[in-house]
DNA sequence: GAGGGATAGGTGGGATTACCAACTAAAACT
DNA sequence: AGTTTTAGTTGGTAATCCCACCTATCCCTC
């Protein structure tokens, strides 16, 4: 099995990207988890189980999740226009520039590792890895809400 | 900044990944915390701080982690020969068998969003993923401990 | 168009996980 | 020897998570 050797270096680099996630988010008083919620809802708004079944928690725990990133003012909920039952979830502007400072620190943390890379390397990786952002591993992508 | 696409892509990736081993670990009564710590353990033994700083955890955190583990039989502590004040901490046969199972779960799971890469793309992104693991992102590379 | 089941989100309770500050023991430095 | 640093644990509090339930809404079928 080849794909072991993929599913391994997939792992490590998993376990190395949320290391440094991880402190990143401490620094600004983030659990990984929100800063997962915080990086899904940059270019969309999803619905709180979306959320969930994206994260692999479970619903009840989004939503204290989302209570306190709200309380915070990073996101807000809004009915979902299409089914009464559902709420949208989406980034206030100070949360999508907290989203934006964090991403701005995790390109610096990551940038002795992508350094590595040359320019056409690192656009093979983005390539190779798109396939396995959209084959559905897990719950699949977050389809836009609606 | 053609780096942006690159750490995008890898946060991507970090968060799909996350989600499939999240849920795998609750399906075993594990959090990703302490998953994370056995992927670790897998192929060496680490010292408590060592695996906190690559966690992106305090060391307080760990104690608590490696008992929890260590009541339930998955690793065990050991006197460090070189450092008295320092521990090892490894996995116990039981622990190992446990995180082989938990990587063939993995690949399982893994397996939609592999399959859509040949295996020559696989040998590629495995290639363009080895810096990445090595090119230190933060606390660098777990050294065997000694 | 009225039930009946499924789904979206939330509450409340209990265990786990997290941080911080303080502590002991051992190393390292001067 | 004495001071400072480092390794790990403990204790306290807040956040996170799961589970079992609950209400409101949807969807389906009759």
């Known amino acids: 099995m080849t794909s072991d050797a993929v599913v391994d270096a997939l792992v490590r680099s998993t376990f190395q990207v949320m290391g ?17 919620v915080l990086g899904i809802l940059r270019d969309r708004r999803a619905r709180v ?6 994260l692999g928690v479970d619903k009840s725990s989004m939503s204290g999740l989302i ?9 807000a909920r809004d009915k ?21 400072r964090l991403y701005a620190e995790a390109r610096e943390a990551l940038e002795p590792a992508t350094r590595q890379l040359d320019s056409e390397q690192q656009q093979n990786l983005v390539t190779l890895l798109e396939p396995i952002l959209i084959g559905s591993a897990g719950p699949g992508p977050l389809k836009p809400s609606r």
């Open 67 to 75: 209570d306190r990133a709200e309380r915070r003012g990073l996101l």
């Open 20 to 36: 440094v996630l991880t402190r990143i988010g401490a620094a600004n008083d983030l659990s990984l988890t929100q800063l997962r």
């Open 80 to 100: 979902n226009p299409d089914d009464r039952r559902a709420l949208d979830v989406f980034l206030t502007p100070a949360g999508l520039e907290l989203t934006e």
């Open 49 to 54: 189980t979306d959320l969930a079944l994206f």
